[in-house]
């Protein structure tokens, strides 16, 4: 069993069940552990778990969180008994940092597609970028991109759109603890604080709408979900070491 969610929770606290290269134990890992990862680019969350569970041996494998091929950062993988704790873990907050482009918009709203449209963006001033970021800080209404895992009747989203066919999304409420932007157009960086169930490639396409122009995420890096923090992860190659790969 892969990507097993279980909504039973593991009373003990999660930082318990923690492995790090200081705490590394190979028998602890198979039975229960839960593992920072640093995702790399191209790479599927689906891969990470495939490897992560091909080199442990561990009998099940599940990730807190998917994120995108193009995105890097934090995955959280779960082992054993502590694929229990997948939702928990899922429901805390994020913290994301990238780059929204403007100029340009992609049916993907990222770079996983061709661009569809062009836009003009010199009109923006620096005090109309701040003002849009204010404008989505707080509790926001977000439609996910059809390029995604959302269901529609039992069937992601994203194979409705590679078909070409069009299909209503439900829009949702999500939070927008906090976004920082900096750097100069046509390319803004960004910090997001945000809540479960946030699009980051709907919040730049919808940054770009607000501005009356078009904008894609070139760039996306996943930093924190609840206490857990990028600079605490393992990197596949170090993971494989200390497996004895």
């Keep these: 069993m892969e990507n ?39 790479w599927s969350s689906f891969k990470l778990v495939k490897k992560v569970k091909y080199v442990t041996k561990a009998a099940r494998v599940g990730h807190a969180g998917t994120l995108d091929p193009l995105a890097t950062g934090l995955l959280i993988i779960c082992t054993g008994k502590c694929t229990k704790m997948i939702e928990q873990i ?14 340009h ?68 409420v999500i939070a927008i603890s906090e976004f920082k932007i900096s750097g100069e ?3 803004i960086d960004f910090e997001v604080g945000c809540s479960k169930g946030t699009y980051i490639r709907s919040l730049a396409n919808d940054f770009g709408l607000h501005l009356k122009s078009g904008s894609h995420l070139s760039a996306l890096r996943r930093t924190k979900i609840g206490d857990y923090h990028i600079n605490d992860a393992f990197n596949i190659e170090d993971f494989q070491h200390l497996c004895g790969f």
């Design 4 to 42: 097993s969610v279980n909504s039973d929770q593991v009373e003990t606290p999660l930082s318990d069940y923690l492995l790090t290269p200081q705490n590394f134990d190979l028998e602890k890992l198979k039975t229960g552990s839960i593992l920072l990862f640093d995702k790399p680019l191209h």
């Design 105 to 172: 918009t992609t049916p993907s709203y990222d770079l996983e597609t061709e661009f569809d449209a062009s836009f003009d963006y010199q009109h923006l001033s620096d005090q109309d970028l701040k003002d849009a970021a204010q404008y989505f800080t707080g509790d926001v209404t977000q439609t996910p991109p059809v390029f995604s895992a959302v269901k529609i009747n039992g069937t992601r989203a994203y194979k409705f759109a590679r078909q070409g066919i069009e299909v209503e999304i439900k829009k949702r």
């Design 185 to 187: 157009l046509p390319n």
């Design 90 to 103: 899922q429901n805390q907050a994020k913290v994301y940092t990238g780059t929204i482009t403007f100029g």
